[in-house]
């Protein structure tokens, strides 16, 4: 078993690190073509950091450089003391609250704009970023050691991030940089209760997953991400052995000191513990102090709305009352479903009103005025992948109209007046300029109230029509405003705090809000004119989206669950609520430790110096080969040789090929340029080809030999063209459309005889005289350059979906694509290929019916054969037609949610199966020629295949399985057994 258990480790690594056709996905493709090329860029450039911005974010660029400097001296002691100088461009042109650091080419960026709901804190959000982005430098620059130092040295970067990503779990990548930005600062996710609730709910629910699950995540339960699995695995590690254990665990992995699994062993060295011995640790720990809290803290009862039974994890969130009535509206979404609009009536009956659009979770908000829905949704630029809009959507409960008010605006949080005849929303500048606007219910500004101190604004609701209620964040603290939205007069309603305030609701001369202030977050309340907080609720793991029944007498709100969240109701009573004046939140000890090891907070202790701002060169580094992949899979051996520019506008590639079979060679190179609209695309390939002839020999006047021979040459073909990407994805729906052309200088070399493949008929008499008449057309092939065109036309139109949905609940694929030669009659030949699939909704939620179709024509007598990427059904292989049409109809449901660990080998997630019928049309006009019998010949198949959701060795998430088909006209094409088995490896990812 040990053998066996190390030969399947080690295809899994080639699988990561090797270029097998398999597993081609593993080498990750950069996105080119980010940013406008109008847009002006500048640089920072020391010996530590490069940060490059637009000319208009100059103080964010210094202050990221500031940051570096002071982090590149200090906090290292967790994580080692190599330090690698970085790029890091700040994009401003996209909504999307996020960030990332690349191996290949080494390099970060940081997407500027802040999320509505701050789930880090109310730290700033730039500052936060950085120090957790950077976090992902130091972890990269102190793996290049050992064997990983070995393989970034000799093969560059990808292979250097697959080594160390193979040796590290992706739980310490993000563990350890969520306890950095913890630590590092007053905020910092490991410091917020909604980050803590997840594992609460866990175990005080008495719900405890092993290690694998908790590692592999899960497709049927809640299981709190590897962002929390690893920060409470990295805390517990340096609160109990020292803030230096890490380092030295994560350094003996990437030297391999063990093979397998050297994370774990590493650990296991320096604590006696490997990774699912510590996991039981923590869980016990953590298990212990929730429950003993939980003792103390004293609950208020909520009642729990009716609702259909969840059968996995299902979300209620932003309820809000219908008008007068007791019925709500929501947002729901789940494992099941994606995120919609719903009608929950007081019998717990539901009824979907629309779906909610494409957004960040982190910028979900919903409004519900004067019988209208109101909220936010993404939109993009049709061509520049990083810059996208958010704009808002207006839902008419009474007409059932729904209509985007905006266009191309990057505003947040949409709140309807009482009269439903104004908005109030945050709008976010490519310039980081926050500002609260004012529009009409068409979407015309009003008003932009002032903002000189730049404060950044969440959540904002109307008090009344003329003013409105805001959390105001600044430096490391937020707090509630008032705002009267014609003078921009603001009165402070609650003190400035560093915990965190969100989702603000204005009932009579209360104010509702939802604060972390007790350690859980709870609703509270402020009135008008006073200071004095109340606690309302008393939640056992957090409560949300406060809002209130129109008569004022029901506060209703979103308590989280490990099933989802639950819309939960209480009376109002406020002679019944708690003043509130302690803002110290209930100390758990957990992030305690860690911030005195680094000593406190450095957000006050970063200097303020002034660089050298200087204009950036995108054409710098244009040329940038930063890896080498070699593929090892027999008969096949080779190697790939990649090139990108940090700027992601160039990309090439070199390669080498050598069939060991054929003892022949292939070589040749791609290059990209993306900086224009088009993409433009060069390239050269040297390669083998072969095609399948027929031949006839004339052997005198009444005798004709006819056979089918097999055709060897190799090919020099120069491409050079152009591809335009269009994204129209808005609403639920992704949608994208490419343009493809192409002309192919090809130019043909062959030496070798034909080898015959099989003796068809021999003609004699009459018959082979009239045949010879009529048939002896086949065209020449010749040594002869050949130029071709080439076009391609595809449109992707798919839902967005659910986790547990195998297929978006609809989906449609349109790929029309023409090759063929010009201006010749040597060597010519053309193939039009056309293919069409349509997903639609099964008869359950998690089920899918879809169709296939395709279609192609290419005369089989053509001289020159394009590559033929035809679908046949399943089951068989290519065939001599001249035209070929297939349709097949599939039916995919899931089967089991195990949730199966085979030891650390597995975790079987999911099993499905997909019952298929394929039927393919063949003409063939050789065939007709030479048989009696006359018409299309068919290929039939039916059958199943069975495939696998697993996360493979702690390290892979893979979909495979196998396919049986049964072929019906197996006898037609001369196969002996009509079932065939197959393999499947369907998708490969981290």
Known sequence: MKRRFSLVLLILWFAIFVNIPSTQAQIPSNQLGLNPLSLKWSQIKTDKVQVVFPRNLEKQGQRVANIVHYLWENSNESIGNKMMPVTIFLQNQTTNPNGFVSPGPFRSEFYMTPPQFMFSGSTSWLDLLTIHEYRHVKQFSNSRRGISGVVRTLLGSWPWGGVVGAALPRWYFEGDAVVSETELSKSGRGRQPSFEMEYRSLLLNDIHYGYEKAAAGSLKDFVPDHYRLGYYMINYGRRKYGKQLWAGVMQDAVKYRSIFYPFSRGLKRRTGMTTPKMYKKVRAELDSIWKAQDKEIKYLPTQKIKHPSKPTVVSYEFPHYFGNSDTLIVQKSGYNEVRSYYKVFPDGTEKLITLSGLNSRLNNSLSVNAGKLCWSESRFHPRWGLKDYSVIKIYDLKTGHKKRITKRSKYFAPALSPDGRKIITVETGDNLQHTLVVLDSAGKVLNRLGNPDNNYYTFPTWADNENIVVVKQNVEQNQLQLINTTSGEATSLTQPTSQLIAYPYVHGDFIFFSAAYTGIHNIFAVKKGEEQLYQVTSSKLGAFYPSVSADGNTLVMSEFSPKGYDITTMPIKPENWQPYNDATPVDNGFYNTISEQA???????????????????????????????????????????????????????????????????????????????????????????????GTSSIINDTTITFGINEQKWTEDRFSAGFEIPFNFSGGANFKNITFNANFHQININFDNEDINVFQLDTLVGSGASGFAQRNLDFATFEKQGIQALEFRFRVNMQQQRAIQHINPRFWFYLDLWYRGTIGQEVNSGNVFTGRFDLYLPGLAKNHSLYFNTAIQTENFYNAYKFPNFFPYSRGYGSWFEDSAFRYGINYTFPLLYPDLPLSSLLFIKRIKANLFYDFTSLSSSLIDRISAVQGPRFMRSAGVELTFDVRAARLLEIDLGFRWSYLLDASTFGITNPNKFDFLLLRIGI
């Open 599 to 693: 000593g406190g907070s450095i957000i006050d202790k970063v200097p303020d110096n002034k660089f050298p701002v200087k204009k950036y060169n995108k054409w710098s580094g244009f040329i940038n080969p930063h890896s080498l992949i070699f593929n090892v899979l027999h008969p096949n051996y080779g190697l790939r040789l990649l090139s990108d520019n940090k700027f992601s506008t160039l990309s090439a590639e070199a390669f080498g090929f050598f069939n060991a079979n054929e003892e022949t060679f292939s070589y040749g190179g791609t290059l990209r340029y993306a900086e224009l609209f088009p993409i433009i695309n060069a390239s050269y390939q040297r390669s083998n080809r072969n095609r399948i002839i």
